[in-house]
Each structure stands twice: as structure tokens, then as C-alpha cells.
């Protein structure tokens, strides 16, 4: 069994609610979504065995936080994912999924082993995936069984209804999740501001916990 890993690195937590928190970063290689704004497209893998995984995750030995399971999309890879968190939970790491939230079936198999989701919300006015409410829904339900946010990219393009109907979903299945909401760094964010300052009203309205937090990596310079 092997999983195609984009790269294995330490940092800085640079987005959602565990900006500034030490990891090591274990980047999957492809994903099964194909968002407009996406940032993360690596050209290149290794393929590991999760033997292999996790001795390289063990020469990181200065304390951190917890492991990262970006991508791509980690759940592509979810009986990999099972065997390496079997092997880290025995050493005391915690787990940090990052997910783009639409493979339910694959996260209910792993769940039990996940200590935080932090999962986004692909609005169709932002990603170009068109509708997903309905995946986000199911996938919610699941990752709720664990210490779950959400995030949204909002965009020059993101319309107010796709910001009602995560408000929605939220008040429906997780109501004391907090929503974060993380502008394009692609885009210009003074033109950004207004639509920021005006998505967190309509959220405070509608009583969801709503944060503007920026990719804080990419202004600091950090990987």
C-alpha cells in the first residue's frame, strides 16, 4: 500500500483557527475537485508505504502541535490514511485533517483517529465546482463526531447566497462551529474588504460564530 505524498515539512500554521501553531505538514498529491482559486497544484510526489511515512515524520522531533493532513485531498487516500494513523496514535500524536469536505464514506473510516477537522466550504460562486451543499451536508454530520471548523474562500466573485446557505447548513448540523472566512490572496484585498465586513454582519445575524482570518503564511513569507 502505498500513497503519492507532494511533501513532508514542519511550519507554521498559516490559516484557521490554528494560525501560529507548529505542525509537521504532510501534503497528499491530487485532489477531486478542480476550484478556480486553488493555490496548491504540486507537480511532483514519492511514494511512500506508511512504515516509511512515519519514519520520516519521526525525525521531526521538536515539539509541535500536531500532524497535518493537507493536500490535495488526503481522503483520496483513506487506507493509507487508516494504516499511518495507526501508527502515529500509538506515539501520542494528535491529527489535523485539512479537507475539502466532500468524501463522507471515506472520512467515516477514519474519523475515530482525526482530533481536529478543518474543513471548507466550496461555495459555487467562488470555487467554479458548481453545488456541493449537499456533500458538505453529509460530510458535516460525520466530521462533527470530532472538534470541526469551517472554511470558505471568498472571492471578488462570491455571491451572498452562497454565504446564507452555509449559514444554513452550519445552524443546522453544527451550530457552535465556527465559520472562518479566508479572503483570495490572489485577489485585491482592499476590493475585498467591503464584501469581508459585510459577509461577518449578515453571519452575526444569523447568530454562526464568523471570523476574517487571512492566509497568514503567505504575508509572513512562511511555507
Known amino acids: ?8 515539512f514542519a511550519s507554521i500554521q498559516g490559516e484557521g483557527l490554528y494560525l501560529g501553531e507548529k505542525q509537521v505538514f504532510v501534503r497528499f498529491f491530487n485532489c477531486n ?13 514519492m511514494e511512500y508505504e506508511p512504515q516509511e511515512l512515519f519514519e520520516e515524520i519521526k525525525l521531526y522531533r521538536n515539539k509541535y502541535h500536531s500532524i497535518s493532513f493537507t493536500g490535495g485531498e488526503p481522503l483520496l487516500y483513506k ?7 495507526k501508527l502515529t496514535s500509538k506515539h501520542g500524536h494528535r491529527h489535523y485533517l485539512e479537507t475539502n469536505g466532500t468524501l463522507f464514506f471515506e472520512l467515516e473510516e477514519i474519523i475515530d483517529r482525526i482530533d481536529i477537522v478543518a474543513m ?3 461555495f459555487p460562486s467562488s470555487s467554479g465546482m458548481g453545488n456541493l451543499w449537499n456533500m458538505h451536508r453529509k460530510f458535516l454530520k460525520v466530521a462533527v463526531q470530532k472538534e470541526v471548523f469551517l472554511k ?10 452562497d454565504l446564507k446557505e452555509a449559514l444554513s447548513l452550519i445552524r443546522e448540523v453544527s451550530p457552535s462551529s465556527v465559520l472562518v472566512l479566508q479572503p483570495n ?3 485585491n484585498q482592499k476590493a475585498l474588504d467591503e464584501k469581508l465586513f459585510r459577509f461577518k454582519e449578515i453571519a452575526n445575524q444569523e447568530k454562526v460564530t464568523t ?3 487571512p492566509q497568514i503564511h ?5 511555507r
Open 79 to 85: 487506507d493509507f490514511l487508516k494504516e499511518i494513523l
Open 185 to 187: 490572496s490572489y485577489q
Open 218 to 222: 503567505k504575508i509572513a513569507g512562511l
Open 120 to 122: 471548507d466550504l466550496k
Open 211 to 213: 471570523c476574517v482570518i
Open 33 to 45: 475537485l478542480s476550484c478556480t482559486y486553488c493555490d496548491t497544484k504540486p507537480d511532483r510526489f
Open 1 to 8: 500500500m502505498k500513497a503519492r505524498i507532494a511533501e513532508i
Open 152 to 161: 470558505a474562500i471568498i472571492c471578488l466573485a462570491t455571491q451572498e447566497e
